[in-house]
């Protein structure tokens, strides 16, 4: 399950997605720093009920950076998520997504476009190709002279 679904889902296995040091700075209210899964966790159990995930907005990345934008009951959340050789995230920052041009305004309809929701299904299946790649080269034998 991906950090998206699980959110949505308010499915407390997020918390696996993450590294067992994992950072979180979280500016939806106020800013806040979580370190370590255990704290993660209690996180989500809480931010499932007070900023349930809606729709995808958009997705994209930042360098080596997965950048997730989403909307929530009070608005739009930008998410970025640093990932570790493992594919556990390692670093998350987010807040609220503030658009000040008019232009910018995301529509319904954007909110459902299907080309997004296919991009996002393109990098999640690429992050699972390098996680599995990253697996098995962890299991090739190991020689040291």
């Keep these: 399950m991906d950090w998206l679904d699980a959110y949505r889902a308010r499915d407390l296995s997020i918390g696996d997605l993450y590294a067992s040091d994992a950072i979180l700075d979280c500016g939806c209210k106020g ?3 979580i370190v370590g899964r255990t704290a993660l966790i209690e996180y ?29 009951p009070d608005g739009m959340v930008q ?3 640093k990932f570790n050789s493992f594919g556990e995230i390692v670093r998350t920052q987010c807040g609220p997504l503030r ?9 319904l309809e954007q909110l459902f476009d299907p080309d997004l ?11 699972a ?9 962890n ?3 190991r020689f040291e002279s």
């Design 31 to 33: 800013r806040i720093t």
């Design 44 to 72: 989500w159990r809480r931010q499932f009920d007070e900023k349930p995930a809606g729709a995808l907005k958009e997705l994209s990345t930042d360098g080596d950076w997965i950048v997730v934008s989403y909307a929530v």
């Design 79 to 81: 998410a970025s998520l």
């Design 99 to 107: 658009m000040t041009k008019q232009s910018e305004r995301v529509t």
């Design 117 to 127: 929701q296919a991009r996002y299904a393109e990098i999640l299946d690429l992050r």
């Design 129 to 137: 190709r390098i996680k599995d790649a990253v697996s098995a080269r």
């Design 139 to 141: 299991k090739w034998p």
